[in-house]
């Protein structure tokens, strides 16, 4: 069995994965507490996935009862992604694991390892980023990396920015040794998160993190909607703020930009088509509309007035909420449409999102007042 881990792991190499372990396909029994712990204290949100039965997706044997082992690997999707730069004022970001579909070659590469278990006699099914596995677990156990504080699984070499997925096979492999290593006495990521969702080392509160609403239907809670800053998808803030992560980032060219005026105008089809492999509740392009209403309303643009006052009118009560708080942060020159729209709203929440919108307005316009008047000359000059 010794001589097969190492033809999977050779395997993994030539399809050009970057981290690979072997681990038993015994329940990951503290993950699993921590599930029922997490989603009864309210810290899961609306989250499915692993999260809806966490009995499942903590024992790979409920799924594959013929299951002995899990062959663990990961793909850097760094620098390829490229890093997105500092907001523009006129595209919205994308976060790096989304840039583009990061898990084909994950996929493929699982597959060809799928393939040398198959060659050899044995069952082997491919799981990345599915219910039935908690991705994470396997990897820290497999030993292809170490929990951070961000609970993103970290590696020496590729720091954060790995995607996870294993082999299930019912070959009974030696595993290989858990990594001797953590995040010591570093906590960059926990401040680094513009909503404070990292409450503990370890610990996500999943409704306070941006990535988690803007892949989650409903109305954006106002307070993430000013350090959501300009993204549209994802978010890497706590990734980047990782050292061992910074090595591999190097000097790369922007990437993972998108042109908010596009993708305000997009019709659902060119829409679903550019982001064909994000996770959108029930593929409903509006939310990716109602993401981007977000950065606008950031990038405080008069630019994009026009197209806020048109989503301002539209028939979804979500994106005319969130049309009215981009045109709040625009200041007093976006005045008029709001209160166009105010006799003619008949949705109790958006109606509260206008007076906020306005009250929003008003605080900016005095804001600018006491600034002119600290600034006007004196008698003495
Ligand atoms: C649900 C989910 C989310 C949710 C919730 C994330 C979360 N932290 O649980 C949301 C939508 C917010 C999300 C966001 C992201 N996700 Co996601 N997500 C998942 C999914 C589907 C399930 C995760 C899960 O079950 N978590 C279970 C909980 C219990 O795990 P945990 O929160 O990590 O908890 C552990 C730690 O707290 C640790 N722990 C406990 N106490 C302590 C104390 C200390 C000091 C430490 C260090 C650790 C520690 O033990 C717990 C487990 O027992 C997986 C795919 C899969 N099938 O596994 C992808 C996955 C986790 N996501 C992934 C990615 C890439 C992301 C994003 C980076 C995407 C982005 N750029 O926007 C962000 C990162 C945000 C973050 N900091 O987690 C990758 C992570 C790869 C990696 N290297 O870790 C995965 C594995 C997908 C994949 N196949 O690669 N995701």
């Known amino acids: 069995m010794e001589r097969l881990v190492e033809r999977l792991k050779e395997r993994a190499e030539e399809a050009g994965l970057d981290g690979f372990g072997v681990t038993g396909a015994d329940p990951f029994d503290v993950a699993a507490r921590t599930l029922t712990e997490r989603k009864a204290a309210g810290l899961s949100g609306r989250l499915g996935f692993t999260y809806r039965d966490p009995q499942t997706s903590s024992n790979v044997r409920r799924s594959f009862p013929w299951a002995n082992s899990l062959v663990v690997a990961a793909k850097s999707y760094v620098p390829e992604a490229g890093s997105p730069g500092p907001p523009d004022g006129s595209t919205g970001r994308v976060a790096r694991f989304a840039s583009e579909d990061h898990y084909v070659p994950l996929r493929a590469g699982l597959q060809a390892v799928a393939g040398v278990l198959v060659d ?33 699984v970290i590696s020496p070499k590729h720091g954060p920015w790995l995607l996870l997925g294993s082999v299930v096979t019912d070959a009974l492999l030696p595993p290989t040794d858990p990594m001797r290593r953590d995040c010591g006495k570093c906590i960059a990521c926990i401040p680094a998160c513009p909503t404070g969702a990292l409450i503990e080392p370890g610990v996500l509160d999943a409704t306070r993190c941006i990535a988690y609403w803007a892949q989650t239907p409903g109305v954006i809670p106002r307070e993430l909607r000013r350090p959501w800053g300009d993204r549209i998808y994802g978010c890497d803030d706590c990734l980047d703020a990782c050292p061992p992560g910074h090595a591999v980032l190097g000097t790369t060219e922007l990437g993972g930009r998108l042109d908010l005026g596009e993708v305000l105008t997009a019709d659902d ?28 309303g950031n990038s405080r643009g008069a630019a994009h007035l026009l197209m806020l006052e048109r989503y301002l009118h539209h028939r979804r009560a979500t ?63």
């Open 269 to 296: 089809e060119v829409l679903l088509e550019m982001a064909g492999h994000w996770f959108i509740p029930k593929r409903d392009p509006d939310y990716i509309r109602r993401n981007a209403l977000i950065a606008v």
């Open 319 to 381: 994106l005319r909420s969130h049309a009215a708080w981009a045109l709040g942060e625009m200041g007093e020159i976006a005045k008029s449409p709001l209160l166009e729209r105010m006799v003619i709203e008949h949705d109790p929440v958006v109606l509260e999102e206008i007076e906020a919108a306005l009250a929003m307005q008003r605080l900016h316009s005095d804001k600018r007042e006491t600034k002119a008047t600290d600034q006007r000359p004196t008698a003495n000059g």
């Open 120 to 152: 050899a006699g044995f069952q082997a099914e491919v799981l990345s980023d599915d219910s039935r596995l908690i991705d994470r677990a396997a990897a820290v156990r497999a030993g292809v990396g170490w929990w951070g504080k961000s609970t993103m």
